[in-house]
């Protein structure tokens, strides 16, 4: 059994790898985002020699700039967490996770690093065609950043391309490509930067209509407004696309997080889609409780999004827990055994390795290689540990799905109105424009809770624990740091609100 201290620690744990993840990603998708608006506003500027252009192109770099500083400063310490709270995945799985991360410094870092000063102090320092180049390869260079970051995520959720060393006790690479092209990390970061660009498009559109709103800047604000609502139109068109890749790819290689976030227990055909509900509290996988207390379902539609298929078996979490043979389903009961079977013969092997008994250590060995997979659940403690909290992961994933078909309407009244150039006139929407730059930042919030949250117990779906993955920490030093980074971050955070709205008061310059 898992200590108390132990598990108490463990929890903290995630509670602070969650916060230091949820504040990087308040200024990620909006450095990813913006990063291509100003590199396609100097573009124009280039393009058609009008100064104003330039001015325009300066000020949302600036305001870039500042976003991305703080940026760096949160996504370093998220990193270094790996190696201080979950120092046994890191040894685990550092063969085959340290590839992208090292990769994304060695190769995507340098290029943003390279051209970055070009690109702010370059302005009557290069020819204007060098210094669009380099703005262009600090736009590429961040978005090159979130490729490898989310190739390791995607890695996580969907194990794939290696092999278990069973001297080492370590997962190690076998094929760099089939982990760069899983369908999971192809999703997962066109799904990820998609969204970002429809964030990045709401800032512009959102900081464009103040200035609206207080008579400044009138034509820097409709420039802005027309190019961000047609890049936020297209991106959100993107992310529609790849969100259901992403929920298909989760069928297949997550059935547990799909059934979670549509809070379905019991397996169906033709299984309808939740389009709104309340979760009932009280319910338990096994139990004969009602999942909602009140829902609204589309016939038919989980197993279109599932399978491509209507009238087709989508699993519930009931079925995954216990099994279903009709369906061909083995349950995490069984898994669970099998996982057992796969630790005693991991330490029979190595023990008779120890002690130099090659026989004894082929015999253990050739008895653990068909196991192997379901390692992780010789762990789990109950069948039930397996179920990820049903709840926060429904609640999380309709939030983003209803944010997300809100938002691109925002972008088209915004190109509509500021086309037929009566924006002025519609109070009502620029303040909604100002507000939709806030619920962009909570529909990326619930995406990441629904993308972690999800896969819990997992911190390697289906292979490791989070609570094996773990260091042997005490639970008072999780929670010392804890409190510091909740405290450092906030600092940073209203550093940079207070940063960016001086900025925005004082304008791009003049003419």
Known sequence: MLETANLTMVNWARAQFALTAMYHWLFVPLTLGLSFLVAF???????????????????WMTLFGINFAIGVATGIILEFEFGTNWSNYSWMVGDIFGAPLAIEGIFAFFLEASFFAVMFFGWDRVSAKMHLFSTWMVAIGSNLSAVWILVANGWMQHPVGMHFNPDMARFEMQSFAEIVFSPVAVSKFTHTTSSAFLLASLFVIAVSAWFLLKGR???MAK??????SVFGLLSSGLVAFTGDEAAFTNAHDQPMKLAAF??????????????????????????SAAPFLFEVRLPGLLSLLANRQTGSFVPGIDDLVYGNAPENIVGVTQKMERGRQAIHQLQMYQQAKKAGDASAAATALAAFTPEQDFLGYGYLLTPEEAVPPVGL??????????????????????????????????KWLLWAGIFSLFLAHVAHQA???????????WAIQ??????????????????TTFFLFLALFTTLLLAEIRIMLG???RGPEEA
């Open 41 to 59: 506003f100097e573009t124009w500027y280039v393009k058609t020699g009008n100064e104003d252009w330039k001015r325009l192109t300066k000020f």
């Open 217 to 219: 800047h009138l034509e």
């Open 223 to 228: 420039k802005s407004i027309l190019a961000a």
């Open 262 to 287: 549509e809070g379905l227990y019991k397996g169906q055909k033709n299984a309808g889609l939740v389009a709104m509900g309340v979760i009932n509290p009280d319910k338990k996988p096994g139990d």
């Open 393 to 426: 992961t429904f609640y999380s994933f309709h939030v983003m799905v209803i944010l997300g078909t809100i938002l691109p309407l925002v972008c088209l009244l915004f190109l509509i109105f500021t086309y037929n150039d009566t924006i002025r006139e519609k």
């Open 447 to 457: 995406g990441w809770i629904v993308a972690e949250v999800g896969r819990q117990p």
């Open 462 to 479: 289906g292979l490791l624990p989070v609570t094996v993955a773990r260091s042997n920490l005490t639970t008072g030093t999780v929670q």
């Open 503 to 505: 900025q925005i008061k």
